[in-house]
């Protein structure tokens, strides 16, 4: 089946989902799945297998390191998230003044230094995180709860938002991150809540929170809930006024919607003022669409496919514990499954931050970096949708000449602010790339002739490493 | 009035669609299906033959772009009365500085005045303007209405997520295997060409190049020979593409604008006048979304506008008579609100003007004219949609690059041709 194929399913799921009447919600994201395209062919080692789904791959030396823990014991290790950080990540992130600075202090710095200190953030953690499940994690919200860092006022409050939200969060319950993305001003203000009144309600925020971050398009609900959400939220917004912290969350009454409201069957009574938005985050976090909904997404990201046994297992999971991300995780990431799913296609960050780790450079994730990964098609914070960037391979075609081109400028020592010194031998790149099954075999009559550096560039540039 | 009327009734028909629309669907479900079954059914498509070297170039102005003080109707009382502070002045205002002027087309309409590098074009019936088009979305938001149109539906819900422009590769009749036959200029690949396994993004030509020796290049096709994964297919695209970019003829020294459109025009023609398969280009101006200070003759609108005519005036001096056989599309996601705003701005808004330049082109201005008036106007006070967008496009796909599966790029589309291509 190639590439016509299926968009020819695509048009036929379109007519379908017509045919049966569905509601357009229900067919909005419905045509999207790609049947599964052919492969590289993988036969990969359990530690390079766990450093790539876990994290973002394998620095030398980890493979022996995992390799001596078993996967019980590292899976383990990197739930509980309590590695401490490499010193130069602290060091690092102490330098950026959108760390440093205090509320509003940080709308005293352009927007565009502003975004690209959020990006480096982003990179440096994901390089040198040691709990780099908690890392993956942290970008998995990030696209679960997409902000566009470049729509009016992002920028600044994303600043907050990536700490309070999403790295508080990370491994903890789906109920905490839902409420803290509902309250974050990042969030009301990119989806427009903070234009959300009484007798005028935006739905914006109301839609997306059901479809994309909660229940799923399939999740049962109606326009009319969308409506009547978006009432229960009427009033949730950014603080403007004079003389008040600025730019932190609000409620004001004053447009709040006070009348009842009858959201997936249950009313919420007149007079609930910010509780009605509050009991519908309840009402989402506990519902069974949302359950099924996370897990079918924590099982691409951790499966690379959507097997339905584990969905099950998954939502059975989050209903028993409450939404809890560990006891969700647990069982798969210790399973042989994980071992032997297929691969995925590494996005642009994905690419780099595992090329960076691979030759374990010394990098301040600076401008150099952050224009490769953008140019890639993947600059941190700037996918203007809310459903975060695409996880199909095909979206990222465009990337490959960029992903060559920083193999190149890596492992030739001419990536600005990023150092892999002397010992940056093709060693370590082997190490992690050598054990994927079938590259021995490739690469070794390839990179005769070629110089260490360029035979460096080589591993990073093969297909076997665009997957993880 | 003078504007040419088409009489199209399939926006209001859209409006309740209802039990039409589960037709289209199952039809279409059916075809499709009947398609799937049968490797036949490709080959049986694989027959078109297209006219020598078509080309259709998309610019999409990201942002809203304000249709009504790009082609202002001039002869509308009600367009001045709701923009005071904002209104492009009548050709014959001599209260105005003549650089303030409409630029007149036919007496109804005329261009803004930042415009006049293309009045010699529309002199010469190289160029159309279809007023009051759009998509049916009413979210008001740009991500929602540019995915509408990226994807080729009437709004942003339900449909396909893979472009329109992809699903026009991949139903196309006609052969063409160039490494560059889908190009589009800037970082990532838009959203119209999602999905299709052969188009390519690249920055820039000139920086389109491998940063590795030839040993580097020689082991990389080594690598990437085999494999049909959708990475290692998009490697062999892009090394087939690097050797064509190699062997490109320099670009024109013709006096392009330096801005990046300016420089994307310019590169576009560079590869239609090198004859390496291009058949869709995709640019992007974004800047369009004038909430506050947006000026009249001169100001934020006015420059993106002077930038944007300079740079097609030089597209079309530079490739002259090649020009028969490339169709300019210039569209925007959605107009802007009719009444200005207390910001000497204005609110998104809905229907806006497309744009149309080169081979084929109905010279004109086309409109079903909706009125400004304010019982005339939709939404919060929006310029009516009377034309779909997704005709246009389907009838440019048909006439230009003779593909006629206009349902399956246009899912739940009831093709209407307007008539402004042929």
Same mark, same amino acid.
């Given at each position: 089946?190639?590439?016509?194929?299926?968009?020819?399913?695509?048009?036929?799921?379109?007519?379908?989902?017509?045919?049966?009447?569905?509601?357009?919600?229900?067919?909005?994201?419905?045509?999207?799945?790609?049947?599964?395209?052919?492969?590289?062919?993988?036969?990969?080692?359990?530690?390079?297998?766990?450093?790539?789904?876990?994290?973002?791959?394998?620095?030398?030396?980890?493979?022996?390191?995992?390799?001596?823990?078993?996967?019980?014991?590292?899976?383990?290790?990197?739930?509980?998230?309590?590695?401490?950080?490499?010193?130069?990540?602290?060091?690092?992130?102490?330098?950026?003044?959108?760390?440093?600075?205090?509320?509003?202090?940080?709308?005293?710095?352009?927007?565009?230094?502003?975004?690209?200190?959020?990006?480096?953030?982003?990179?440096?953690?994901?390089?040198?995180?040691?709990?780099?499940?908690?890392?993956?994690?942290?970008?998995?919200?990030?696209?679960?709860?997409?902000?566009?860092?470049?729509?009016?006022?992002?920028?600044?409050?994303?600043?907050?938002?990536?700490?309070?939200?999403?790295?508080?969060?990370?491994?903890?319950?789906?109920?905490?991150?839902? #409420?803290?993305?509902?309250?974050?001003?990042?969030?009301?203000?990119?989806?427009?809540?903070?234009?959300?009144?009484?007798?005028?309600?935006?739905?914006?925020?109301? #839609?997306?929170?059901?479809?994309?971050?909660?229940? &799923?398009?399939?999740?049962?609900?109606?326009?009319?809930?969308?409506?009547?959400?978006?009432?229960?939220?009427?009033?949730?917004?950014?603080?403007?006024?004079?003389?008040?912290?600025?730019?932190?969350?609000?409620?004001?009454?004053?447009?709040?919607?006070?009348?009842?409201?009858?959201?997936?069957?249950?009313?919420?009574?007149?007079?609930?003022?910010?509780?009605?938005?509050? #009991?519908?985050?309840?009402?989402?976090?506990?519902?069974?669409?949302?359950?099924?909904?996370?897990?079918?997404?924590?099982?691409?990201?951790?499966? &690379?496919?959507?097997?339905?046994?584990?969905?099950?297992?998954?939502?059975?999971?989050?209903?028993?514990?409450?939404?809890?991300? #560990?006891?969700?995780?647990?069982?798969?990431?210790?399973?042989?499954?994980?071992?032997?799913?297929?691969?995925?296609?590494?996005?642009?960050?994905?690419?780099?931050?595992?090329?960076?780790?691979?030759?374990?450079?010394?990098?301040?994730?600076?401008?150099?970096?952050?224009?490769?990964?953008?140019?890639?098609?993947?600059?941190?914070?700037?996918?203007?949708?809310?459903?975060?960037?695409?996880?199909?391979?095909?979206?990222?075609?465009?990337?490959?000449?960029?992903?060559?081109?920083?193999?190149?400028?890596?492992? &030739?020592?001419?990536?600005?602010?990023?150092?892999?010194?002397?010992?940056?031998?093709?060693?370590?790149?082997?190490?992690?790339?050598?054990?994927?099954?079938?590259?021995?075999?490739?690469?070794?009559?390839?990179?005769?002739?070629?110089?260490?550096?360029?035979?460096?560039?080589?591993?990073?540039?093969?297909?076997?490493?665009?997957?993880? | 009035?003078?504007?040419?009327?088409?009489?199209?009734?399939?926006?209001?028909?859209?409006?309740?669609?209802?039990?039409?629309?589960?037709?289209?669907?199952?039809?279409?479900?059916?075809?499709?299906?009947?398609?799937?079954?049968?490797?036949?059914?490709?080959?049986?498509?694989? $027959?078109?033959?297209?006219?020598?070297?078509?080309?259709?170039?998309?610019?999409?102005?990201?942002?809203?772009?304000?249709?009504?003080?790009?082609?202002?109707?001039?002869?509308?009382?009600?367009?001045?009365?709701?923009?005071?502070?904002?209104?492009?002045?009548? =050709?014959?205002?001599?209260?105005?500085?003549?650089?303030?002027?409409?630029?007149?087309?036919?007496?109804?309409? *005329?261009?803004? =005045?930042?415009?006049?590098?293309?009045?010699?074009?529309?002199?010469?019936?190289?160029?159309?303007?279809?007023?009051?088009?759009?998509?049916?979305?009413?979210?008001?938001?740009?991500?929602?209405?540019?995915?509408?149109?990226?994807?080729?539906?009437?709004?942003?819900?339900?449909?396909?997520?893979?472009?329109?422009?992809?699903?026009?590769?991949?139903?196309?009749?006609?052969?063409?295997?160039?490494?560059?036959?889908?190009?589009?200029?800037?970082?990532?690949?838009?959203?119209?060409?999602?999905?299709?396994?052969?188009?390519?993004?690249?920055?820039?030509?000139?920086?389109?190049?491998?940063?590795?020796?030839?040993?580097?290049?020689?082991?990389?096709?080594?690598?990437?020979?085999?494999?049909?994964?959708?990475?290692?297919?998009? *490697?062999?695209?892009?090394?087939?593409?690097? /050797?064509?970019?190699? $062997?490109?003829?320099?670009?024109?020294?013709?006096?392009? =604008?330096?801005? /990046?459109?300016?420089?994307?025009?310019?590169?576009?023609?560079?590869?239609?006048?090198?004859?390496?398969?291009?058949?869709?280009?995709?640019?992007?101006?974004?800047?369009?979304?004038?909430?506050?200070?947006?000026?009249?003759? $001169?100001?934020?609108?006015?420059?993106?506008?002077?930038?944007?005519?300079?740079?097609?005036?030089?597209?079309?001096? /530079?490739?002259?008579?090649?020009?028969?056989?490339?169709?300019?599309?210039?569209? $925007?996601?959605?107009?802007?609100?009719?009444?200005?705003?207390?910001?000497?701005?204005? /609110?998104?808004?809905?229907?806006?003007?497309?744009?149309?330049?080169?081979?084929?082109?109905?010279?004109?201005?086309?409109?079903?004219?909706?009125?400004?008036?304010?019982?005339?106007?939709?939404?919060?006070?929006?310029?009516?949609?009377?034309?779909?967008?997704?005709?246009?496009?389907?009838?440019?796909?048909?006439?230009?690059?003779?593909?006629?599966?206009?349902?399956?790029?246009?899912? *739940?589309?009831?093709?209407?041709?307007?008539?402004?291509?042929?």
């Amino acid at each position: 089946m190639d590439r016509r194929d299926v968009l020819k399913l695509g048009l036929a799921g379109a007519g379908i989902a017509a045919l049966g009447g569905c509601s357009p919600l229900a067919a909005r994201y419905a045509v999207q799945e790609d049947p599964a395209l052919p492969l590289p062919p993988r036969d990969v080692e359990p530690e390079v297998r766990l450093l790539n789904r876990l994290g973002f791959g394998g620095r030398p030396g980890d493979i022996a390191r995992v390799a001596a823990a078993g996967q019980g014991a590292f899976v383990a290790e990197q739930l509980a998230a309590e590695q401490k950080e490499d010193v130069r990540l602290d060091l690092l992130l102490a330098g950026l003044d959108i760390f440093s600075m205090k509320g509003d202090e940080i709308e005293d710095i352009h927007k565009e230094q502003v975004l690209f200190e959020l990006q480096r953030a982003d990179l440096l953690c994901a390089v040198y995180g040691r709990n780099q499940l908690f890392e993956r994690m942290t970008d998995f919200w990030l696209n679960h709860f997409n902000i566009y860092a470049l729509k009016t006022d992002s920028a600044f409050r994303l600043a907050g938002d990536t700490r309070k939200v999403v790295r508080a969060n990370a491994l903890g319950k789906f109920p905490d991150v839902l #409420r803290a993305s509902a309250h974050s001003p990042a969030m009301l203000g990119y989806l427009d809540n903070t234009s959300n009144k009484s007798g005028v309600p935006n739905e914006n925020y109301a #839609r997306e929170l059901m479809e994309l971050h909660t229940l &799923g398009v399939h999740g049962g609900y109606t326009q009319r809930d969308v409506m009547e959400v978006a009432r229960c939220l009427t009033g949730w917004t950014v603080e403007d006024r004079f003389l008040h912290p600025r730019g932190q969350f609000r409620f004001n009454p004053d447009v709040h919607d006070a009348g009842s409201k009858e959201v997936l069957g249950q009313t919420i009574p007149a007079g609930g003022g910010q509780g009605d938005g509050e #009991r519908v985050l309840d009402i989402l976090a506990k519902h069974p669409a949302t359950a099924k909904h996370l897990s079918t997404k924590l099982c691409r990201e951790f499966l &690379g496919k959507e097997d339905p046994a584990w969905i099950d297992r998954m939502s059975s999971a989050y209903l028993a514990s409450g939404g809890d991300l #560990r006891e969700m995780l647990r069982p798969l990431l210790t399973s042989q499954d994980l071992l032997t799913a297929p691969p995925i296609a590494k996005r642009p960050l994905d690419f780099v931050a595992s090329s960076l780790r691979a030759t374990n450079a010394n990098t301040d994730c600076g401008q150099a970096v952050v224009d490769h990964v953008t140019r890639m098609g993947q600059g941190p914070q700037l996918w203007p949708m809310p459903d975060g960037y695409p996880e199909k391979a095909a979206a990222w075609s465009g990337s490959m000449l960029g992903r060559w081109n920083f193999a190149l400028a890596l492992a &030739g020592g001419k990536l600005a602010g990023t150092n892999i010194g002397m010992e940056a031998s093709r060693k370590p790149i082997e190490e992690i790339l050598g054990r994927h099954g079938g590259a021995d075999d490739l690469l070794g009559p390839t990179v005769n002739g070629l110089n260490t550096p360029e035979a460096a560039a080589l591993c990073l540039a093969s297909p076997e490493f665009q997957w993880r | 009035m003078k504007a040419e009327w088409w009489s199209c009734d399939d926006y209001a028909q859209s409006q309740k669609i209802s039990r039409r629309g589960l037709l289209v669907g199952s039809s279409l479900a059916l075809y499709t299906l009947a398609l799937k079954q049968s490797a036949l059914g490709q080959i049986a498509l694989r $027959t078109g033959k297209q006219k020598e070297g078509e080309t259709v170039v998309i610019v999409f102005l990201r942002g809203g772009a304000d249709g009504l003080n790009i082609v202002v109707p001039h002869g509308e009382d009600a367009y001045y009365k709701a923009r005071p502070a904002l209104a492009i002045a009548r =050709p014959n205002d001599a209260s105005a500085h003549k650089e303030d002027r409409t630029l007149d087309l036919n007496g109804f309409f *005329g261009l803004h =005045p930042a415009l006049a590098p293309l009045m010699p074009l529309y002199g010469e019936g190289q160029m159309a303007f279809i007023h009051a088009i759009g998509s049916m979305d009413e979210s008001h938001s740009h991500f929602e209405a540019m995915y509408a149109m990226e994807r080729g539906l009437a709004s942003s819900a339900p449909g396909d997520a893979s472009g329109w422009l992809a699903r026009h590769l991949i139903s196309s009749s006609v052969v063409n295997d160039s490494a560059l036959r889908a190009v589009a200029i800037g970082g990532t690949m838009p959203d119209s060409l999602r999905g299709a396994s052969n188009a390519l993004a690249l920055d820039s030509l000139d920086d389109f190049k491998l940063q590795g020796d030839a040993g580097f290049r020689a082991a990389l096709d080594k690598l990437y020979a085999n494999g049909g994964d959708p990475l290692t297919q998009a *490697g062999r695209q892009t090394l087939k593409a690097l /050797d064509k970019i190699q $062997t490109l003829p320099a670009g024109s020294a013709s006096p392009y =604008p330096q801005s /990046d459109i300016g420089q994307g025009l310019r590169q576009v023609a560079q590869l239609i006048k090198s004859d390496v398969g291009l058949e869709v280009a995709c640019l992007d101006k974004s800047g369009w979304d004038t909430h506050v200070t947006q000026g009249r003759g $001169t100001g934020i609108l006015a420059s993106q506008l002077d930038d944007i005519a300079k740079g097609l005036a030089a597209f079309a001096t /530079d490739l002259g008579a090649r020009m028969k056989h490339v169709t300019v599309v210039a569209q $925007t996601e959605f107009g802007r609100r009719v009444h200005e705003n207390d910001g000497f701005g204005t /609110d998104h808004g809905h229907a806006s003007v497309m744009l149309l330049l080169g081979g084929g082109t109905v010279p004109g201005v086309h409109t079903k004219w909706p009125g400004l008036n304010d019982d005339q106007l939709s939404g919060p006070g929006d310029l009516q949609v009377t034309t779909d967008y997704r005709n246009v496009l389907a009838e440019i796909l048909a006439k230009r690059l003779q593909n006629k599966a206009s349902t399956q790029v246009f899912p *739940g589309l009831q093709p209407t041709f307007p008539g402004f291509t042929a």
